[in-house]
């Protein structure tokens, strides 16, 4: 009876629920958005970096590093390795299901060091990616086949702190019950994106 890829041995690790980024190495590391594009693959299921290439679209040479990269602060973990026709292959996945800032990483004393241009690079990463993703099912017709399943919205509002953060606690609320929601039956990949934050004044 032949094995499936989850019976190897390490193919069968699960990525922890949530991963909060504590160091500024883990920080910098991966605010780029090719990493969080690359976590994002590690994520679903194990893959190997060129299969990894193959999902995104860019050739497997120019990941390597970055994977490396990954792995060294350990974002990512070598789940696997088996030998084909002579050549090592290697398995990697992601630690976490999703990966957050922790309150340290915007404070102001991390400025000197650079964690605050690290961490707004992360943070509008996150949106770059969502917005590619967005013009991408636009472009394909994606969105157009599936026109009552989405909504894009965005606005500006004057609210004291007090409202803010309960605006910030519903969203958080209805993000733990999307990320609660995975369907591996389901027919549609749905992406959700939130960014709520105070503006700098004009």
Known sequence: MATTRSELPGLDFQPADLYVIQSLEELRTIANPLRIQILDCLIEQPRTVKEVGYQLGIGSTK??????????????????????SGIQVKYYRAIASYYYLSASMLHEDDR???????????????????????????????????????????????????????????????????????????????????????????
């Open 112 to 202: 000197a060091s650079g964690g605050s241009a690290a961490s707004g690079a992360f943070l509008s990463s996150i949106v770059e990616i969502g917005s590619h993703e967005l013009r991408r099912a636009i472009s394909d017709g994606t969105v157009d086949r599936h026109d009552d399943t989405y909504i894009v919205s965005r606005r500006s509002r004057r609210m004291s702190p007090e409202r803010a953060r309960e605006f910030r606690d519903r969203l958080s609320a209805l993000d733990r019950e999307f990320r609660a929601a995975e369907d591996p039956a389901g027919e549609l990949t749905m992406e959700f994106m939130v960014a709520l934050f105070p503006k700098r004044d004009s």
């Open 63 to 84: 990941l390597y590093y970055h994977v490396g990269e990954l792995e060294k602060v350990g974002l990512v973990r070598l789940v696997h390795t088996e030998i084909h």
